[in-house]
Structure formats: C-alpha cells, structure tokens
C-alpha cells in the first residue's frame, strides 16, 4: 500500500467519525407508536418537562366540555393507543407552535385532554375550536402557554368529533368550518 492509498483511508475514516459525531448533536427525532416528532419543535415553547409528560403519557383522558344540556358535562374517555397516537401526531404539528397570535373574545375550552405520567405529572390540554387557539395547563389548572391550532383546526375539530360522535355542537362547528 502506498503512502498516497494509505491518506485516503486516513481521510475517510476521519471524516466517517467526524460524521458520527455530528450525528450526535443534531436534534433528536423520537419515534413513539409509529410517529416521529421533532422533540426541539414541542420543546421550544414548552419545555423539556411538560413536553416529556404529554409524550410519554401512560395515560390520556379526553373531556368534553359540553356546550350544551342535551349532553353530560362529565363525558370522559380513556384515549385507546390508537387514538392517543393520533392525539400526538395532531398537537405535536410544528402549525401549533408556530404564532399566538391575539384573537378577541373569551377562551372557552370545548375538549381538555388530560395527559398523565404518574403521580403529580400531570398536564392538561385545552382546545378552543371556534377561537382557534390551544393552551396547556399544569395539574393545578394554571395556564402555562396558549398558541394557535391555524390550520390544523379542523383535524383537531374532526378527532374530537370521531370521540364524541353524539356532541351536537361539534358537528354543528365542524359543518360551518368546512363550508
């Protein structure tokens, strides 16, 4: 082997560990059921913390919180891994985390998804589909951050109405933002 062969192994394997490395320190994608996010996107507005206890969950409640008297204000369902997957592909969309822009009228939550990890880690998720706005409250309900849904409000809106098929006012919402 010559001198000049033996640089351009030198060279490669070099740039073969210079490569791994850097690998190392870009952000990190995490794949949780088939869904992969990136964490820097989530975590930026959120934090490490609150972002760990929504994606690592052992467990997501959904509550409606009826608009109406024709359905229980206490209707509550246990998110199956299906549909918590889809909960985490839908909030963790880098629209969500993009503006909060400031829209007058009152907040006025229509589902709160309830995100535990155990013990007090506990994070909750308030969506107002006709104010187009999010917000996130820690386990004694302090709202923590608020952002825009923009244009992912109407999965948003149609994920909520496929858990509560028989909310009046959902379908109401989701016929006149469709039209």
């Not at 379908?171 to 006149?176: I, R, Y």
Request: hydrophobic share 40%; glycine share 6%; aromatic share 8%.
């Amino acid at each position: 082997m010559n001198t000049k062969s033996l640089l351009y192994c030198i060279a490669a394997a070099l740039l073969g560990c210079a490569t791994l490395a850097g690998c190392n320190s870009l952000p990190k994608s995490n794949a949780r059921n088939g869904i992969k996010y990136q964490q820097s996107t989530v975590a930026h507005p959120l934090g490490d913390s609150i972002t760990s206890v929504i994606i690592n969950a052992k467990s997501v409640k959904c509550s409606l919180i009826a608009k109406s008297d024709t359905v229980p204000q206490n209707s509550v369902i246990e998110l199956s891994q299906e549909s918590k997957a889809i909960f985490l592909y839908l909030l963790c969309q880098p629209v969500n985390f993009q503006t909060d822009k400031i829209v007058y009228g009152r907040f006025m939550p229509w589902t709160r998804f309830t995100c535990a990890k155990g013990g007090n880690k506990v994070v909750h998720v308030e969506f107002d589909y006709s104010l187009k706005k999010w917000r996130i409250l820690d386990h004694l309900c302090n709202t923590i951050v608020t952002g825009d849904t923009g244009t992912n409000n109407e999965q948003l809106m149609l994920f909520a109405q496929e858990l509560f098929p028989l909310e009046p006012n959902l379908k109401l919402l989701s016929n006149k933002s469709t039209k």
